[in-house]
């Protein structure tokens, strides 16, 4: 059993739901200093041959505080076309420079990337904030753009089509193995 067969599975449904262009949006989940759980809409930007994940965020962002203090999430996509599940899980690290946070940053859209030159996420509203509305792939990566990256540890995939409904999941362990459960 090798990491590609719920990497293939998933992929494919990705395709079949959101087709080339739409957004893969899931719901990523950490951890806070509180140990609570935190969640919040994310836009999955690539699924990695070996199981990796990448969601661009906001370096002053929540979900990259509690990324850097506790290193683990999980991120649920409902594919509703498909009637499937998948829940995707395991540690989560930031990246801050490399050839894959670059490669995210040359994909963003103009208005996407101007997200990234607005004031501090969940901080006070001012009025003489500058918010630009476009921001061209040609300028400088700025330091508050971060990638999170997913290294999955563990996959559940559901499938409401069936009856009974099917539940699988994969564990990775020193190799990867599946089991069917109960749903
Ligand atoms: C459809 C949708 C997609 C989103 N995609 C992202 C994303 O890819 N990255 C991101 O940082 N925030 C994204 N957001 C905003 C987050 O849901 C959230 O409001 C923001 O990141 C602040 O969350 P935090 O305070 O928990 O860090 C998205 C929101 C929606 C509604």
Request: proline share 7%.
């Amino acid at each position: 059993m090798s990491v590609s067969d719920w990497v293939a599975e998933l992929r494919e449904a990705f395709e079949a739901e959101f087709g080339t262009e739409s957004p893969r949006i899931g719901a990523l989940a950490t951890v806070d200093d509180a140990g609570r759980p935190r969640v919040r809409s994310v836009v999955c930007r690539n699924v990695e041959e070996d199981g990796t994940l990448w969601v661009a965020s906001d370096a002053r962002s929540e979900k990259n505080r509690e990324a850097r203090a506790h290193p683990f999430g999980e991120i649920a996509f409902w594919l509703p076309t498909l009637r499937e599940q998948f829940r995707v899980a395991g540690s989560l690290r930031i990246s801050a420079m490399g050839d894959r946070r670059d490669r995210v940053w040359a994909e963003l859209s103009d208005a996407s990337r101007a997200l990234f030159f607005w004031p501090p996420p969940g901080g006070p509203i001012r009025e003489d904030a500058e918010l630009p509305d476009r921001v061209d792939v040609s300028t400088q990566i700025p330091g508050t753009f971060e990638l999170l990256v997913l290294k999955a540890d563990r996959v559940d995939h559901l499938d409401l089509n069936e009856h009974p409904h099917r539940r699988r999941i994969w564990r990775a362990d020193r190799s990867w193995a599946v089991r069917e459960v109960n749903p």
